[in-house]
Structure formats: C-alpha cells, structure tokens
C-alpha cells in the first residue's frame, strides 16, 4: 500500500544486503516512518515480542524470515537439527495467541529437515519464507474480492449511499504483507468508487486503531472516524454502522474468532442490533486443532503498564503519561474469543463461508480428516 505516495510492504529482505531483514517499526507510527535493520534471531524475537512489527500475518512471516535469520548467523558450514528446533521453540515463544507465527515457523522447520550444509539451508530458508509472504499477500489480496461483494451489496441495498463499515485493532496492511485482512475489502471497495466510511475502534491500550488503521486508511484516501473503544454500541443502535469485519489471530474451524481484546463487545452489540460481523482471515490463521469454543487458545497477558500508560506527540516528540493513581493495579489482556453463534461469516482466500465447521471444510476440505462432516 501506499505511504506518501510510495509503495510500501511491511517486511522485505535488504536490497543490497541479504542477511538483513527490513521492517516498518511500527511502534512510531503515525507520528514517525521509521524502517528498522534486524540482523539476528534474537532482533527477530524482540521485534515480535515488543511489538514493532505486529498482527497475526506478519508475525508469521517475520516468524519465516527469523528462522532464516538464524540459519544465516549459524555458526560453521554445517547446522545441527538442534539448533532449528531451539530457534523454532524461541520464535515461537514471542508472543503466544497468533497461530500464523508457529505456522510459518513449523513450515521452516520442515522445509529445512534433512538439509545439513548452510548453504543448502540458507537457500531453502529464504525461499521458504519468501514462499509464505509471496502467498499471504496473495490470500489478502483474494480476501478483499470475496469481501468487496458484500460491501457491493450493502451499497447497492443503499442505493449507492454511505457504507459505513466498523472495525477494531489493526487488520490492515500493517499487520500483514499488504493489503490487510478486515481492510482488504475496504481498499478495494473504495478503489472501485464505491461511497464507505470507517469507523476505526481506538482499541486501548495500545490504540493500534487510533495509531495504525487510522494512518493506513487515510494514506489512502479512505474516509474514517476514529471513536472511543465504547461507541460502537452506540452507533449500532442508531442504525449508523452496515457491518463489523474484523482480523483475527486464531480462529477455529467451528468458526470461533480469538481477535484483540475487545472483539467480542462489538460482536455482541452487532449481534443484537442485527448488524452483520465478519471476520476476515487468511486459512494460517485458522488453527485446525482448536475444540468448539476454541478455548484452549493461549490469550497473550502483557505488561499492566500498558493499560498504566499513554503514549503521543507533545511539542513534536513522542512521549508517555501516566494515567493512574501510584499503586494502582492494571490488568491486560491481549485477545479475547467470539463465539461462532456471533459471527455472520467469514472471509477467507478461498471464499466466503458461514460459521460452521460444515461451511469452512467446504472451502477447505483437504483439512477435514473427519468424514462425519
Ligand atoms: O496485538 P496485535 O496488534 O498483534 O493484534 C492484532 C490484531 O488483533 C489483529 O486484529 C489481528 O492480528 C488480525 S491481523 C490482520
């Protein structure tokens, strides 16, 4: 997608420098474009974990290039299997509830099986990872034209008015190649003319809707309203949103949808104001072992004080307050589930489908190792 008129992606190899890995560093934006040089395993792991890049298809892409990273500072001319299992289990440990990033991280670890000399593996390593970016933003491309169809219907069920469209957190092209999840039908729905507006979810506490979406959305063109994280059910009740689409981080094949804490409220509201709330999600994120319910999924716990802090631009530099009394306790939890029952469908690469494992094998039945559906 575009920044100042620029085609800019979220993860790329170092033009003049293969062992490096280049990121947007999130952790600016929208106040500073800063890109950032990761030369190890360890940058990788960092960068994941303290969220300088972030969202469910890009930590698994930087999961990829981390595993690649790792084989390209390996010590000697020949790599042990030891060793890419350590790296896999370290990557993996960055951060617990995106499913993509094991994904792409096994994938490696698979690819890279039987393979001894570095050379073969740092050939085998990068194309892997470049295989797993090539792919998710194919997956997010092909998700905004299944998902365009349905903002094409709301437009034309409003006679070509206003399609004002909620979404929560980040699932733009930010946190995935390009494109996005939730914003990939938006883009594409706003370039073919068709009249939307956003309502873009703050999503405290690290506001990467005020922060991130916002900023993408506008780069581009795209009408939207940044609102308070409670507004939405507000909005809903006076007829003022046409549809939720979300991102998500993992999903399960009953149609359950883990996303940024705060995804289920709004689930809520929709569902009882008969607004329709999507999820858009490429198939890494669907992970095929969850149980109905998708309960087991590991809900990522961070740092109280980023629910204790605010970040923003005072006098043209970024800085922190401190919102709360001294001594007072903060809690923060990442992700938070939505129930199959809540979502109207969900879009995929390979379609839309209703939340149900009968509607989701049908797009994806080499998964279906179950003959009862
Ligand atoms: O904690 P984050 O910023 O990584 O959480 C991101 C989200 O919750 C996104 O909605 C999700 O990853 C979907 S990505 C297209």
Same mark, same amino acid.
């Given at each position: 997608?575009? %920044? ?15 062992? #490096?890995? *280049?990121? @947007?560093?999130?952790?600016? !934006? ?34 990829? !290039? $981390? ?29 617990? =509830?995106?499913? /993509? ?10 690819? !890279? ?7 073969? &593996? ?31 219907? !709301? ?9 004002? @469209? ?31 507006? #956003?309502? %873009?979810?703050? =999503? ?26 409670? =507004? ?5 009740? *006076?007829?003022?949103?046409? &549809?939720?689409? %979300? ?11 883990? /996303? ?31 149980? *109905? ?18 970040? $923003? ?17 903060? %809690?923060?939890? $990442? ?9 109207? $469908? ?28």
């Amino acid at each position: 997608m575009k %920044v100042k008129g620029n085609h800019f992606e979220t993860i790329w190899i170092h033009p003049h420098n293969q062992a #490096v890995v *280049q990121i @947007i560093d999130q952790r600016y !934006l929208p106040f500073e474009f800063r890109i950032e040089d990761l030369n190890t395993l360890e940058d990788m792991y960092t960068a994941i974990r303290d969220m300088h890049l972030r969202g469910a298809p890009l930590i698994g892409a930087a999961g990829a !290039l $981390g595993m690649y990273l790792a084989v390209v500072n390996a010590n000697g001319e020949r790599i042990e299997e030891r060793q890419i299992t350590d790296a896999a289990a370290y990557l993996k440990s960055s951060r617990p =509830t995106a499913v /993509n990033l094991a994904w792409a991280v096994d994938r490696q670890v698979n690819a !890279l099986q039987g393979l001894t000399t570095k050379e073969e &593996m740092m050939e085998t390593a990068l194309s892997t990872a470049i295989a797993v970016i090539d792919e998710e933003r194919m997956n997010c491309l092909k998700i905004g034209q299944h998902g365009v169809k349905l903002i094409e219907q !709301l437009s034309r069920a409003k006679n070509g008015a206003t399609v004002n @469209i909620l979404t929560h957190c980040n699932a733009g092209w930010l946190a995935c190649i390009d494109y996005g999840t939730a914003t990939a039908p938006i883009y594409l729905a706003h370039d073919q003319g068709l009249k939307i507006h #956003v309502w %873009v979810d703050e =999503t405290r506490p690290r506001n990467q809707g005020a922060r991130l979406t916002a900023w993408e959305l506008q780069q581009h063109g795209v009408p939207c309203t940044v609102i308070a994280d409670n =507004t939405g059910g507000h909005l809903m009740q *006076q007829g003022m949103v046409d &549809m939720v689409i %979300v991102g998500s981080d993992r999903a399960s094949a009953y149609g359950d949808v883990v /996303n940024k804490i705060g995804t289920y409220l709004k689930a809520l509201a929709a569902h009882d104001n008969q607004v329709p709330f999507y999820a858009a999600l490429p198939s890494s994120t669907i992970d095929w072992s969850l149980g *109905q319910g998708a309960r087991e999924t590991p809900i990522e716990e961070r740092d109280g004080n980023e629910v204790r802090f605010m970040e $923003g631009l005072a006098n043209g530099r970024i800085c922190e307050v401190d919102i709360l009394a001294p001594g007072t306790r903060a %809690v923060n939890f $990442g992700f938070d589930i939505t129930p199959a029952r809540l979502v109207t $469908g969900i879009i995929t690469e390979r379609g839309i489908s209703n939340a149900n494992k009968k509607s989701i094998f049908t797009l994806f039945p080499e998964k279906n190792l179950n003959p009862e559906y």
